[in-house]
T-cell receptor, first 117, second 112 residues
Framework: DGGITQSPKYLFRKEGQNVTLSCEQNLNHDAMYWYRQDPGQGLRLIYYSQIVNDFQKGDIAEGYSVSREKKESFPLTVTSAQKNPTAFYLC????????????????FGPGTRLTVL | DAKTTQPPSMDCAEGRAANLPCNHSTISGNEYVYWYRQIHSQGPQYIIHGLKNNETNEMASLIITEDRKSSTLILPHATLRDTAVYYCIVRVGGNQGGKLIFGQGTELSVKP
């Protein structure tokens, strides 16, 4: 099946520890994204990448880091510098389209729920 | 901030059509209307999108007014599994690499 996988589904970490969330896609999409969702709120963009070995900060990048060494993988590291890391983390991917062509639809993975103890 | 306005909640009887409205009065000519839904504790699911014309797929229909200032998502025969938060989003298409701005959405409850 083609799709986006995120692991693990639930993750617990102790305060002060770094943790890495996995995101893999086999859709051959060029662009990948990381969002964060807090209870009762919309999604906020953390980082995104349009091509291998390149990525850009989103609205709330502080305390997070990413890498894009392979087209199909975009892991997110939540560092100890992130003040409120407990949240639902969502990874998405999309094909790239030229401006004006039908929109570059983003498809989401199932999410990872991170809880800091 | 989200560029769309949706009612916070709606109810629908199982088997009936669910019509979810969305206002986007400041939409630009190159912005598409997207609909996603999110079932509790799952990732958002893409439903449909459109620019000017009405669109239909296996999940839903999207009706966009001629002035493009509002749209309606139609689930023709709602089931209990359609209970979710539905998000209407406008964004520029193409190679923008940009974020999706999710507003508060409409919480649809399908009742037996």
């Amino acid at each position: 099946d083609g799709g986006i996988t995120q692991s693990p589904k639930y993750l617990f970490r102790k305060e002060g520890q770094n943790v890495t969330l996995s995101c893999e896609q086999n859709l051959n999409h060029d662009a990948m994204y990381w969002y964060r969702q807090d209870p009762g709120q919309g999604l906020r963009l953390i980082y995104y990448s349009q091509i291998v070995n390149d990525f850009q900060k989103g609205d709330i990048a502080e305390g997070y880091s990413v890498s894009r060494e392979k087209k199909e993988s975009f892991p997110l590291t939540v560092t100890s510098a992130q003040k409120n890391p407990t949240a639902f983390y969502l990874c998405a991917s999309s094909p790239l389209r030229y401006r004006g062509v039908s929109g570059d639809t983003q498809y989401f993975g199932p999410g990872t729920r991170l809880t800091v103890l | 901030d989200a560029k769309t306005t949706q009612p916070p909640s709606m109810d629908c009887a199982e088997g009936r059509a669910a019509n979810l409205p969305c206002n986007h009065s400041t939409i630009s000519g190159n912005e598409y209307v997207y609909w996603y839904r999110q079932i509790h504790s799952q990732g958002p699911q893409y439903i449909i999108h459109g620019l000017k014309n009405n669109e239909t797929n296996e999940m839903a229909s999207l009706i966009i007014t001629e002035d493009r200032k509002s749209s309606t998502l139609i689930l023709p025969h709602a089931t209990l599994r359609d209970t979710a938060v539905y998000y209407c989003i406008v964004r520029v298409g193409g190679n923008q690499g940009g974020k999706l701005i999710f507003g508060q959405g409409t919480e649809l409850s399908v009742k037996p």
